[in-house]
């Protein structure tokens, strides 16, 4: 429950409306309760009367209650009515959007005028994207340095996991997100070219309905529910010397399953590797097993390798994309494929030998 302060709820009439508004009554619908009322609650409408230069008006404001159907956060709720506001007064017999607004936390009402996009600034931080030292690596310049900075994202994780939060719903629009998410795997799935030679439709297919099965098998591990970042990779991160490192654009929300960051940051290891040899060897087979058993070790989640295949799946058919990554030689897009489709056949994922999912 939200407490609006009534003498806001007048000045934000006087912002949003042109002329002098003065506030006369608010109360349920049906019902106006001259009194005022102090609570303003998520999902219920309330009337509100008003005078404008003198003329009497009613109108209605509201705000969404959260709920399990995508509705968790404020975020989710205020893209709903972003999209009320915007499309409402387009539709013929449809009532007249007036205004869009937030209510900040002291329960003071914010209009938000006009708008069409919206930004975010950030505070700038001084580093090297870590993408870069992967391509040194690729072209022959391994250092000690390089494992221990694969220990340090481990050990950090293992910080950010460890937090959990007990919300079956939460955990179960995770992963419904990552089936069928526009960003990601539907999603993804749908972005490639049509039909696409390297990987013919009756793949797809099978892809998909392996990945049917592997949502009913999640169900069972919504206890794992965690915080985390959402998209670890190495374009995310900035490196600075000694190893300090700092990292970007955080994804899908606050809590998850942590075998989505794991995933993300390792399977960026088999790419790099495969521009070597149509498996996992070297330098990129050291950082990954490294990657792996540090955090295996500080976390002691021997249970993230019986969920993590489809997460794979999704960040592999991302790596693997003509669209994001156009300049892939054909056999790297290809071992991504077979990992993509071998990785779900296994109940539990085997992550020291990997190269039996290359095949």
């Not at 919206?118 to 690729?138: A, P």
């Not at 088999?270 to 490294?290: C, H, I, R, S």
């Amino acid at each position: 429950m939200i407490e609006m302060n009534l003498d806001n709820l007048e000045q934000f009439l006087n912002d949003i409306l042109p002329g002098e508004v003065k506030l006369t009554g608010i109360g349920e619908i049906g019902s106006l309760d001259e009194q005022g009322m102090k609570d303003f609650g998520y999902g219920k409408p309330m009337l509100i009367s008003y005078e404008q230069d003198g003329q009497v008006k009613e109108a209605v404001i509201s705000a969404m209650r959260g709920d399990k159907y995508g509705h968790q956060f404020y975020w989710d709720r205020a893209a709903i009515l972003m999209f009320q506001y915007e499309t409402g007064g387009k539709m013929e017999r449809h009532v007249r959007p007036i205004a869009l607004g937030y209510i900040n936390k002291q329960g003071k009402l914010i209009p938000v005028r006009e708008p069409k996009e919206f930004v975010i600034v950030n505070e700038k931080v001084e580093g090297r994207d870590y993408f870069l030292d992967l391509e040194r690596i690729k072209k022959g310049d391994f250092r000690p340095e390089d494992l221990e900075l694969a220990k340090k994202f481990a050990r950090w994780l293992a910080r950010v996991h460890k937090e959990k939060k007990d919300d079956v719903d939460l955990y179960l629009r995770r992963v419904r997100q990552l089936i069928g998410d526009s960003e990601c795997i539907w999603g993804l799935i749908d972005a490639y070219p049509y039909p696409y030679e390297h990987f013919k439709e009756q793949r797809f297919i099978a892809l998909e309905k392996k990945l049917i099965d592997w949502r009913w098998k999640l169900r069972k591990f919504t206890h794992r529910l965690s915080v985390v970042h959402g998209d670890f990779h190495p374009w995310n991160v900035l490196v600075r010397e000694g190893g300090e490192f700092s990292v970007l654009d955080r994804s899908r929300g606050e809590w998850g399953e942590p075998a989505d960051d794991v995933s993300t940051m390792s399977c960026n290891y088999l790419l790099y590797g495969l521009y070597d040899q149509p498996k996992l060897a070297g330098p990129f087979e050291k950082l990954y097993l490294t990657f792996w058993e540090e955090y295996l070790e500080y976390t002691g989640d021997e249970e993230i390798l019986k969920v993590i295949a489809p997460f794979y799946v999704f960040r592999g058919l991302v790596i693997a994309s003509p669209e994001w990554y156009p300049n892939h030689p054909l056999q790297v897009r290809e071992g991504l494929f077979r990992f993509i489709e071998n990785v779900l056949e296994d109940e539990s994922f085997d992550y020291r030998n990997i190269n039996k999912y290359m095949s």
